[in-house]
């Protein structure tokens, strides 16, 4: 297994995002630095996954669970299917020792029309489109409580997303440890704010406000069960789950990566299944099934029923778990799109390192700034959660691929092949019944991804360019300037 391509040029020591000491001694390798410890690093996943979704998710849980009892089981069967694919990625993370996460493994082991459509799906939408909603979200908590009569202006919205996106941005270009401080910070900030619930949750249950977790009372159902929808409620928490595997996209930053890895992930999923199960038990106690699925801010009616003057520690609550999981999704995602370009999949300008900046940020904050421009972005959501969800499963049957291709890799990192196979037996009862419950979403999400074929083969497949086409594409070399590095792949 390769590591790719070497980067060209002689770097300097004095840039956070990159280093002139090399892997190997004397070859003058220009590579990211590893500055990521472990705090860091279970900053990194908790700061991604505790986002907008335990804030959003509850809802939509619920009301495809159709009772309380069942829509806590699916948050904690969630929680430790996720904690069984966050180790599948771990072994992958550590035998192919790249940033870019899953489409890295994808393009390895199955070669480059899947990974570059796992890439081409997240650049194209997914990764831009998330973070616009996420920073929409920390905008509209924050106008919030200064429009308490109507909805903030959608001008003000876009405009305060934007300044959080720029912002942030800024802070990921300057410094990975600022970016990683930033992180670590409004991750403690988002974890206060969800252990206020919970402990309001307990008080409300030694009150004895705890109707809806009698065994009783919780399986009592608002509409009948239907395997679709029960299928629908695992994707909706799976969503809160989003980002467990975004570690993976710093790997190569990661110090200790054999160690750190695995021990971040042991340490950090447990964590917010803890939080996310008594998170919601902590919404029952206070509100009904029936209050709950009326409400579009659940943490919000929550803190009005609860807190009374305070409530408005709730939409800062979300304002700065929010923030932060901009930042992480900013942090990790670019990461994603250097990869890209540095094997050849996405233009080569944004594999540059700069002494103060890595491009692929840059290109990452624009087109995520255009999607502010878009109207329907949780159509787009839904369209590319199928297929996103999808790449998790591809990326696991890799593992189980690699084991029987090169059974004598040396990976640092060896899981049992039963929990490959237990996850991928969830997702496909997941994507299937998902595909039956909802398939017109499913359906444009897959013509989206495949909008990308045409695209590889024409880009990337395609050798004998005419040079009218190589020079348009290399245009950015204009940009390069004496203190800035790029892979040629």
């Known amino acids: 297994m390769t590591d ?13 995002t990159l280093s002139s000491e090399s892997t190997e001694e004397g070859s003058g390798r220009v590579a990211l630095k590893k500055e990521i410890g472990l705090v860091s690093a279970c900053g990194i996943i908790v700061g991604n996954i505790i986002g907008s979704g335990i804030f959003v998710s509850p809802k939509g849980v619920l009301e495809n669970a159709s009772s309380v009892g069942l829509a806590l089981i699916v948050w904690i069967v969630t929680g430790v299917i996720t904690a069984i694919g966050a180790l599948c990625y771990a072994e992958l993370g550590v035998t192919i020792p790249k940033s870019g996460g ?6 390895d082991i199955f070669g480059g029309l899947a990974g570059f459509l796992r890439l081409w799906i997240a650049v194209l939408v997914i990764y831009p489109t ?21 909805f903030p202006p959608e001008n003000g919205l876009r405009l305060l997303a934007a300044v959080c996106l720029l912002l942030l941005t800024w802070v990921n270009c300057s410094s990975v440890r600022w970016a990683t401080r930033v992180q670590d910070v409004f991750t403690t900030g988002k974890l206060l704010a969800l252990g206020l619930i919970i402990i309001m949750g307990f008080v409300q249950i030694c009150k004895g406000e705890y109707y809806w977790l009698e065994p009783a009372h919780a ?53 917010v299944t803890f939080v996310y199960v008594f998170a919601n038990i902590a919404y029952v106690t206070a509100m009904s099934p029936q209050e709950l699925l009326a409400s579009n801010a659940v943490a919000v009616t929550f803190g009005e029923k609860l807190l009374g003057v305070m409530s408005w520690i709730m939409p800062i609550s979300v ?67 199928f297929i996103n969800y999808l790449f998790y499963g591809v990326t696991v049957a890799g593992q189980i691929v690699l084991r029987i291709k090169q059974p004598d890799l040396y990976r640092p990192i060896k899981v049992s092949l039963v929990w490959p196979v237990i996850y991928l037996l969830f997702w496909a009862f997941l994507l299937l019944f998902s595909l039956y419950s909802e398939p017109v ?5 897959m013509a989206i991804m495949l909008t990308g074929v045409p695209v590889y083969f024409l880009g990337v497949f395609w050798d004998n360019k ?24």
């Not at 899953?102 to 393009?107: E, F």
């Not at 299928?231 to 200790?256: C, K, P, R």
């Open 219 to 271: 399986f009592e159902t608002f509409q009948p069960y239907d395997i679709g929808q029960i299928a629908l409620s695992f994707l909706q928490g799976s969503f809160a789950y989003g980002g467990w595997n975004f570690l993976n996209y710093v790997t190569e930053e990661l110090v200790d990566p054999y160690k750190n890895l695995p021990r971040a992930i042991f340490i950090s999923i447990p964590l």
């Open 441 to 445: 979403v499913c359906g444009l999400g």
């Open 102 to 107: 899953d489409y890295s493994y994808v393009k």
């Open 466 to 489: 005419p040079q009218c086409f190589n020079t348009f594409i290399g245009m950015e070399t204009i940009f390069t300037s004496d203190d800035a590095h790029y892979y040629d792949p």
């Open 4 to 16: 790719g391509p070497r980067l060209r040029g002689n770097a300097s020591a004095d840039g956070d």
């Open 319 to 385: 304002a700065l778990s929010t923030f932060g999981g901009v930042n992480g999704s900013l942090f990790t995602s670019s990461r994603l799109f250097f990869a890209g370009a540095r094997e050849g999949h996405l233009p080569r300008l944004l594999a540059m390192i700069h002494v103060k900046r890595l491009v692929s940020r840059v290109f990452n904050c624009i087109s995520t700034l255009l999607m502010l421009c878009t109207s329907d972005m949780y159509t787009l959501i839904n369209y590319v959660g």
């Open 130 to 150: 998330n973070q616009a909603v996420i920073a929409l979200t920390f905008s509209n908590y924050v106008l919030q409580p200064l429009f308490p009569s109507c």
